[in-house]
């Protein structure tokens, strides 16, 4: 990559300050921003300026709180972490931390902090800061807070080294860590009023990264500017000077936009709008290989027919998953072989159930149940909005018709579906969820969906055997054997046919020709690492 | 009943009004026969006939699951009907239970009762109607629950006008005074008068209805697949608009279509029973 | 006239009582948890509980409602579960974008519909009669989940006059602060070129809104017009050889005001409440917007505010109809 200035080099911009860059730019924005004090004329549309859609706005912009899509891609471009990934690659990098050692078989985390970065408001970044900027996670105890549970204290052992004491060994712990965005403690400082500066974190950052927020007019923009001291540096002479992204909820309007040129990059829902866009050569339409995303549709195994094994092993022999994934995603989704994607290390599973649409061995496998000729119904429950958890519902209803099967499908909000999750009395017998690992590990899947106290064991799955390897191979430090032991967990779900590993949803970006330096990253799905990205000839 | 046929034939004698009975007397038909109209099965889903153009084989064309969506849009008539006919028999039975009730006895229930109604009135129909469907949960009956139950008082005030003013007519008082009991005398003799208002009133929001209970499938609260409802058929099609136009606008244009004949029913009949009433 | 006021106050306090007590006690049906929608999806049982704690959603019902009202009283509307920002925040930053869009299909509603009421009566029975009445009822009739989709095809997507939705375009940050309402702040700033572009911006979804009252506006002012025109007195002005036009326009339409006023004010009530899909279709950033995410995302506080905002704007603006009676009706006092 051409990279103009790396490491702590100050690039040679810094000295044009933001305002001087938003005073002096004869762009509209320029105008804009500066125009609050003085109106002037509406320039042209700003040539560097990323425009990008966005639907589902983020609710804070605080570090230790927001996981949302958009809100993260935000946040990882106005902080630091300790380690961090670039451009295509799914490797951990060293990023504030140059290097780290592990010691005290596995439970010690020892990191090397860089002592040449600056946060955006002057003040100078040390292993303090980090620490303080972890503690403010674990007092704040939400969002991200969950993945910090495994720690047991955090030292400043001088400025430029930070320890870290787990609770146990765990061996993914390193992976953890690029959730992790450190604010300014000066900032937090500045604005605490007994809230940790919550308050003025929602909607303020304080981080070191290369763009910062400007502006946040809710329901309308998110405006964040170039922050030139960053330390990293840019990719191109012409970096973006800022970044818009448009509160669109609507994706046909996103496509309009796209289209003509007011957006940049878009979010687009449907796979039926690939084609059309496709042959528009102003468009960018970018399908990536690697996916370390699956879609599922999860059997709740403590109520009604679904508790029983027979009747799951029907249901998943009965799905049509080549008429879901080729007909209604036009291939846009690739088949799920396991509980994991295969892409990830031990994902090629010998010996394991590989179930496919067979309606003669799903009349076997009912036939085997307290149910053998059915006539029961069922609860499928769907995120409103997401089309292709509908057409699940649609092709269940239509695929279990003929084993006598009733479906009864309910759009709701998905919080609400996550409170009819808490419970298995109140969950219904089928809900799909889509499922990014958090970490590029197998455990970031297997302990998050089929852990006894898992996060989203959306199936009530309790295995007293899973839970067993599930924690040993948090702990296994071999990488051959931990594999083993993520492949027996799998071999022993699939068989219990917990979830239905429906696909692995490809992801499709979609800019206009003119943005450059995009790359995919499969940990970052939807996400830019701006730093990188520049426009060439946007036209005004 | 002369008044009736009178009415009536003023009803067809205007060209609108002509237009809209026509319209609506069409839509009655497709939804009682759909299952013999349709040409195909509403609900079967064929993926390798997904998104057809509309085409002798298939008029307006198939939907995201390759479903026909005339076949749907017909099937659909019959779900805009009854909620249409829901909406307003929840409405029109509280409002003139609680109209007559306040009416008649007037005083301190009356007020009270009233307010109430006037802070129903208050909120916007689809603010209301989205909370009260969260918490019911989303389904279309809960969806015509909620627009009847925000819509009674419209009901109750006019039937509580219609009673004030009748209870004191000569031939009431004269019944009274004749010994008639009270139930009797509401009966017999002041309900009748609320009759054409309320038909006119039940026909005008007729439409609305239609468009509300659509409105609410569109956020994604009314109807749940895999109903044909006209306004989830919008909702669902809005997603393909560009390319697959079809699937998003004929449902549309029933909608339309629907409330409009309402709309000039509605209209045609209140100038043939009443033309000064407002409704 | 001031006990009038003064009363009708009263009622509207009375009102936004009666109303919070239902939206409390609706928004506090619908099953979800609201600790555990603000702790974030990915927590614990444990730290769900901190939550609630810290929010004191762990109180009894009653109790909430309490202090709720409590806060209510001194304009505090509690936090929104999925922004996070006071909801009075949010309203504030939200409602005038409701006000300008409302405002401005209002006035399209007037344009459009008197002149077209007042056309059908004057041609009673007539084609034109019919024309115009056909038209304004299509107007009404027409879903505006839909007729916007189509608007976004047509003006946007074909002929790219008008913007796709939302309030300004890219990166331009809003005028001044002072109404909100952006094309009225521009032109305060003396910033034409912003107030033109906001005014673009304003179109469509105006347009889109202005259908039901047109249509509510058309038939009132045909019917009452047609009503007053049966009268005496235009009889006796007929008689005497008055102009028609003069007729219509001088002695009649005041008369066939009131009733149109009062229709008015009613739909205009609604049209802020209405503005719930024409927001969401064009990504306008007002209080139907808000409040439909705020349904999705279960967010109770922000349910209440908006549904309590548009309330009370409707019972306001029903009082100032009532009172404008006076003005056009030296006759009618309070």
Redesign the interface.
Same mark, same amino acid.
């Given at each position: 990559m051409d990279t103009v200035s790396t490491g702590h080099n100050a690039p040679t911009t810094a000295s044009v300050t933001r305002r001087r860059f938003l005073s002096t730019s004869a762009?509209?924005?320029g105008v804009?921003?500066a125009?609050?004090r003085a109106?002037a004329?509406?320039g042209r549309?700003?040539a560097n300026?990323l425009?990008v859609g966005g639907w589902s706005?983020p609710?804070?912009m605080d570090p230790a709180?927001e996981?949302d899509q958009w809100g993260r891609s935000i946040l990882k471009n106005a902080y630091d972490t300790l380690v961090d990934r670039e451009g295509g690659s799914i490797e951990l990098k060293p990023s504030l931390a140059r290097k780290w050692t592990i010691s005290n078989e596995g439970r010690t985390y020892t990191f090397d902090v860089r002592d040449d970065v600056k946060f955006a408001d002057g003040t100078r970044l040390d292993a303090e800061a980090v620490r303080l900027g972890l503690e403010r996670i674990r007092t704040i105890?939400?969002?991200?807070?969950?993945m910090l549970?495994v720690v047991d204290k955090i030292t400043t052992v001088n400025a430029t080294t930070l320890r870290i004491d787990l609770k146990e060994r765990y061996t993914p712990f390193i992976e953890t860590l690029f959730w992790f965005g450190i604010p300014s403690p000066a900032a937090v400082q500045a604005h605490d009023k007994g809230d940790q500066a919550r308050e003025w974190l929602?909607?303020h950052t304080a981080g070191s990264g290369p763009y910062q927020l400007d502006?946040w007019?809710?329901?309308?923009?998110i405006?964040t500017v170039r922050n030139p001291g960053s330390w990293k540096g840019f990719a191109s002479r012409t970096p973006l000077e800022?970044v818009?992204g448009?509160?669109?909820?609507?994706?046909?309007?996103q496509?309009?936009?796209l289209?003509?040129g007011?957006?940049d990059v878009a979010q687009i829902?449907?796979v039926?709008?690939i084609?059309?866009l496709q042959r528009n050569s102003d468009l960018v339409v970018q399908a990536d290989p690697t996916i370390l995303r699956q879609y599922y549709l999860f059997l709740n195994t403590k109520k009604g027919p679904t508790a029983d094994r027979n009747v799951r092993q029907a249901i998943a022999w009965s799905y049509d998953y080549e008429?879901h994934n080729q007909?209604?995603l036009k291939g846009f989704a690739k088949p799920a072989t396991g509980p994991f994607p295969v892409e990830m290390a031990g994902g090629t599973i010998p010996n394991i159930v590989s179930y496919r649409r067979d309606p003669q061995k799903a009349k076997e496998a009912l036939a085997r149940s307290q149910w053998p000729k059915g006539g029961f119904k069922l609860d499928y429950y769907w995120v409103?909005?997401l089309?292709e958890e509908?057409?699940s519902?649609?092709?269940l209803?239509?695929a279990l018709k003929e084993l006598n099967i009733e479906i009864s499908?309910?759009?709701?909000?998905?919080?609400?579906i996550?409170?009819?999750m808490?419970k298995p009395e109140?969950a219904p017998h089928i809900v799909p969820l889509y499922t990014s690992s958090t970490i590029n590990h197998p455990d970031g899947f297997l302990y998050f969906l089929y852990y006894s106290k898992g996060?989203r064991n959306w199936g009530f799955y309790d295995n007293a055997r899973v839970d067993e390897l599930i924690f040993q191979g948090r702990r296994e430090v071999d990488r051959a054997k931990a594999i083993a032991m993520y492949q027996e967990i799998s071999r022993i779900v699939t068989e219990d046919a917990v979830s239905i590993n429906v696909n692995r949803p490809v992801n499709v970006d979609y800019f206009r020709k003119w943005v450059k330096g995009y790359t995919y990253n499969p940990m970052y799905i939807k996400m830019f690492r701006l730093r990188e990205m520049w426009l060439e000839g946007k036209s005004a | 009943m002369s008044g009736t046929r009178r009415a009536w034939s003023q009803l067809v004698r205007n060209p609108t009004g002509l237009a809209g009975t026509v319209l609506l007397a069409g839509f009655v038909v497709l939804a009682v026969f759909a299952d013999f109209i349709a040409p195909h099965d509403p609900?079967?889903?064929d993926?390798?006939t997904?998104?057809v153009p509309p085409g002798p084989g298939h008029l307006f064309g198939t939907d995201?699951?390759g479903r026909d969506v005339l076949s749907r849009i017909i099937h659909g008539t019959r779900v805009s009907l009854t909620a249409g006919v829901v909406v307003v028999l929840i409405a029109g039975s509280i409002g003139v239970t609680v109209g007559t009730v306040c009416g008649y006895v007037e005083g301190m229930l009356d007020e009270i009762v009233m307010r109430l109604g006037d802070m129903f009135l208050a909120f916007p129909t689809l603010v209301l109607g989205m909370a009260v469907v969260a918490a019911l949960?989303?389904?279309l009956a809960n969806a015509m629950i909620a627009v009847g139950v925000v819509w009674w008082p419209g009901y109750a005030r006019l039937v509580r006008g219609i009673v004030l003013s009748a209870k004191h007519v000569a031939y009431v008082e004269a019944a009274r005074a004749a010994g008639a009991a009270r139930g009797r005398v509401m009966f017999r003799h002041v309900l009748p008068n609320c009759v054409g208002p309320l038909i006119v009133k039940a026909t005008i929001d007729y439409g609305f209805a239609i468009l509300v209970t659509a409105g609410l499938s569109f956020i994604?609260l009314g109807a749940?697949?895999?109903t044909p409802e006209w306004g989830a058929m919008v909702a669902?099609g809005?997603?393909?608009?560009?390319?697959?136009w079809w699937y998003a606008t004929f449902p549309g244009l029933f909608i339309f279509i629907t409330v409009l004949a309402f709309g000039l029913f509605g209209d045609a009949v209140r100038d043939a029973v009443d033309p000064r009433l407002r409704v | 006239m001031i006990g009038y006021v003064v009363r009708r106050l009263l009622f509207l306090v009375l009102v936004l009582f009666g109303m919070s007590l239902v939206t409390f006690v609706v928004s506090h049906a619908?099953?979800?948890?609201p600790a555990?929608?603000?702790?974030?999806?990915?927590?614990?049982q444990?730290?769900v509980e901190?939550?609630r704690r810290e929010f004191g959603l762990d109180r009894p019902l009653p109790e909430q409602y309490v202090r709720f009202l409590g806060g209510l009283l001194r304009g505090d509307l509690g936090q929104s579960l999925?922004?996070?920002?006071p909801v009075r925040d949010?309203l504030e930053?939200?409602f005038p974008?409701t006000l300008e869009l409302g405002l401005a299909a209002t006035g399209i509603a007037l344009v459009i519909g008197i002149p077209f009421g007042v056309f059908a009566a004057v041609r009673h029975g007539k084609w034109v009669d019919h024309g115009t009445r056909m038209t304004a009822l299509a107007g009404a009739a027409l879903p505006v989940f839909w007729s916007g989709?189509m608007l976004?095809?047509v003006f946007?997507?074909h002929l &790219?006059w008008l %913007?796709? +939705? &939302?309030?300004? %375009?890219? +990166?331009?940050?809003? %005028?001044?602060l002072v109404t909100g309402l952006y094309t009225v702040d521009a032109l305060l700033?003396?910033?034409w070129?912003?107030a033109w572009?906001s005014a673009r911006h304003l179109a469509m979804p105006a347009l889109a809104l202005s259908g039901v009252m047109l249509a509510g506006l058309a038939r009132m002012v045909r019917s009452s017009l047609l009503d007053v025109l049966r009268e005496d007195y235009i009889r006796t002005a007929r008689a005497k050889g008055v102009a028609e036009r003069l007729i219509v326009l001088r002695h009649a339409m005041r008369n066939a005001l009131i009733p149109v006023l009062t229709v008015f004010g009613l739909q205009f009530g609604h049209l802020l409440g209405g503005a719930v899909l024409t927001e969401?279709?064009?990504?306008w950033?007002?209080v139907g917007?808000?409040a439909v995410?705020a349904?999705?995302?279960?967010d109770f506080p922000a349910i209440m505010g908006a549904a309590m905002l548009l309330a009370a704007i409707y019972v306001v603006v029903n009082l100032l109809v009532d009172l404008s009676y006076t003005l056009i009706d030296p006759r009618i006092r309070y």
């Open positions: 762009t509209g924005l804009a921003l125009g609050r109106p004329q509406t549309s700003p300026t425009v706005e609710r804070t709180i996981v105890n939400q969002g991200v807070a969950w549970a929602r909607n502006t007019e809710p329901g309308q923009q405006l800022a818009v448009r509160v669109i909820m609507e994706p046909s309007p496509r309009l936009m289209e003509r007011d957006l829902t449907s039926d709008d084609p059309a008429a007909l209604a409103s909005g089309s509908k057409i519902g649609e092709l209803q239509s499908i309910q759009a709701f909000a998905f919080p609400q996550i409170q009819f808490a109140t996060n | 609900l079967r889903i993926l390798r997904k998104f995201d699951l949960g989303p389904g994604g749940q697949a895999p669902a809005r997603l393909f608009l560009i390319d697959q | 619908i099953p979800a948890d555990r929608l603000l702790a974030g999806l990915e927590v614990t444990d730290q901190s939550v999925s922004t996070r920002r949010d930053k939200f974008a989709l976004q095809l946007y997507r &790219g %913007p796709a +939705g &939302g309030r300004l %375009p890219q +990166g331009q940050l809003p %005028p001044a700033a003396g910033h070129s912003l572009v969401t279709v064009f990504f950033p007002g917007a808000y995410r349904v999705t995302t279960v």
